[in-house]
């Protein structure tokens, strides 16, 4: 059994204009020392999955079903005060804003020290001895400096490594990580992303990284899931994701991107129309309405996600043949345009 | 191909140097050793000041009408500032803006408001762009307003015409816009910004808050606009991949300056200065296979310096993995490397200035 095992989960949020069906029957898991990447546009599900994972999600409005299995625990059925020993300790998670993660009116040292005293009995002065080893860890320059400033005085580089310091001080079990590096500039990401492998590989730590980037998946993921409003469309390992598409949307998602490699003088393939409301998803599969190879029984039927290769599961009516010629033509014009 | 049925071809398009020779034929906007300070006061009233951030210093370039430049640059490069002292939403503080001829550096706010019309920006959150209390009759129609142009209905019709235009549903008239997706706000604020038939469109990171998919459709769309009314685009954005498939040229700035000027096509091919090369290395693709791509990424050291107190010589010279002596006490000129690419550096890529042999 995987370390973190996500089974059939739902995620339903009721809300003045009708019900918000955020997460639809996903099931994912992770292992120790890997990194599973999910990537999605706004409102896939993506981050409500991974909140719902770190029980952030348990409001009056909402319906959950489904396990959430931490070493075959499962932590939806945890009461509250069970879940707080968990959250931080053995799953931590980092968000997009470093700035709004932050207290503004707490220096460094103490929010960090903090977040060790929440879950551990330690002195105020090995707190602080263990924040500075943290700091130095995720390569602040002057971290004994740094534990006495605040967080406006850091850039946002400095403070997504804080972030990752304060996640990582506990050495938790599994980092959820919701678009770490959208906010920062590319040579910064490029850092932070390298921080990340550098410290799972040192501590084992199995990471979810949540992207719309996926660029940023191809060069940190060891398996990927593809998400589209609520559900999984496709899932499998990064070379057969990335590299043997099967899934109409993530043909879309590759071809919509600018490459390096693009030809300028050819307009770019966007994919037609806009992701769905999570009120009215659309009926069959969620993707129909926009999706250019779309057969009669598209509306109609939701496809179950099925195994086309092995570890490899793509939510698509297409005839597989079909599915891996065009995904093969998809990748090929990606290498090629010129 | 866009651009090619209103511009001038490649070779007179956007040249520019710290001075360099002016070329045949009037730019539509050229913009010479543009600078802007902001002044740091410290307290509240009658600040004192205690220095100043050198937001844009020295900065020139050229686009020919019918033209894309794209700028690039990180977070604090002045990208963003450049854009609004080229709409003259800001005074310079030095060096000239010349707009189809008209030097504007230091029109008063009179004589700019009939240039209002023909220069016009895009901004990058469709959300906080847009009055939420206002429909999207009135946002788009708003510029025509200013400007006292036509009459109501006539208003109407143009706005209508606009928003069929930008491919969106004309009836949509009296939405507000928390009824639109973050695509079509783009749109919106698209439409808004042509409405008024604009020259010079600038477009201030555009895309960077939108899904992918949709990014694709503006990016497209944005294109066809370009041809259909033969405007002139400044692009700025983050995204190198983003700002190659729409501009001619493309100019990366960092911390104030350009640093290479170049057209689209070589920029990805032949960067020349290392700062270019280190920030087409660190853009993450699908293209290639990635685990190759990472052993050979050039990952810089440490954040961008404060623009307060740039490094002395070239301002790149203290995360520059090919910096000596010379880039600490000499700063770089921007010189042509051949066929209108420019670069400030002392240790090219290219190996190719005079410059590098006098270097240690």
Known sequence: MALLEIQDLHVRFATRDGVVHAVDGVSLSVDRGRTLGIVGESGSGKSVTALTVMGLTRLPNATIEGHVLLDGVDLLGLPDDELQKVRGRRVAMIFQDPLSSLHPLYKIGWQLGEAIQAHEHVSDKAARARALAALTEVGIPSPAERLSSYPHELSGGMRQRVMIAMALVLDPEILIADEPTTALDVTVQAQILDLVRALQADHGTAVVLITHDLGVIAETADEVAVMYAGRIAELGPLGAVIDRPEHPYTWGLLQSLPGAETSRSEPLHPIDGAPPSLISVPTGCAFHPRCPYVLPVCPAKQPALLETTAGHTVACHLPTALRREIGAEVRASLETRT | ?360
């Open chain 2, 1 to 360: 191909m866009r651009t090619g049925t209103q511009a001038a071809p490649p070779s007179v398009s956007g040249v520019a140097g710290n001075g360099a020779q002016r070329r045949p034929g009037v730019p539509f906007l050229a913009v010479q050793d543009l600078e802007k300070r902001f002044p740091l006061t410290r307290g509240v009233f009658l600040g004192r000041e205690r220095g100043h951030v050198h937001a844009v210093d020295g900065v020139s370039f050229e686009i020919p009408r019918g033209g894309t430049l794209g700028l690039v640059g990180e977070s604090g490069c002045g990208k963003s500032t450049v854009a609004r002292l080229v709409t003259r939403l800001l005074e310079p503080t030095g060096g000239r803006v010349v707009y189809d001829g008209n030097d504007i550096t230091h029109w008063k706010t009179r004589a700019l408001r009939p240039l209002r019309r023909e220069i016009q920006l895009v901004f990058q959150d469709p959300y906080s762009s847009l009055n939420p209390r206002r429909t999207v009759g009135a946002i788009v129609a708003e510029p025509l307003r200013l400007q006292h142009l036509g009459t109501r209905t006539e208003r109407r019709a143009r706005v209508r015409e606009m928003l069929a235009v930008v491919g969106l549903n004309p009836e949509h008239y009296n939405r507000y816009p928390h009824e639109f997706s973050g695509g079509q706000r783009q749109r919106i604020g698209i439409a808004r910004a042509l409405v008024t038939t604009p020259k010079l469109v600038v477009a201030d990171e555009p895309v960077s808050a939108l899904d992918v998919s949709i990014q694709a459709q503006i990016l497209n769309m944005l294109a066809e606009l370009q041809v259909e009314f033969g405007l002139t685009y400044l692009f700025i954005a983050h995204d190198l991949n983003v700002v190659r498939h729409i501009s001619d040229r493309i100019a990366v700035m960092y911390l104030g300056k350009i640093v290479e000027l170049s057209p689209a096509d070589e920029l990805h091919v032949r960067p020349i200065h290392p700062y270019t090369e280190a920030l087409l290395s660190a853009v993450p693709t699908v293209e290639t296979s990635a685990r190759e791509r990472l052993r050979g990424r050039v990952v810089l050291r440490g954040d961008p310096p404060s623009p307060v107190a740039p490094p002395s010589g070239c301002r790149f010279h203290t995360r520059c993995r090919y910096a000596t002596e010379i880039c600490s006490a000499v700063e770089p000129p921007l010189v042509d490397h051949g066929g209108g690419h420019l670069a400030a550096c002392h240790h090219p890529l290219d190996g190719r200035t005079p410059v590098q042999a006098t270097a240690t």
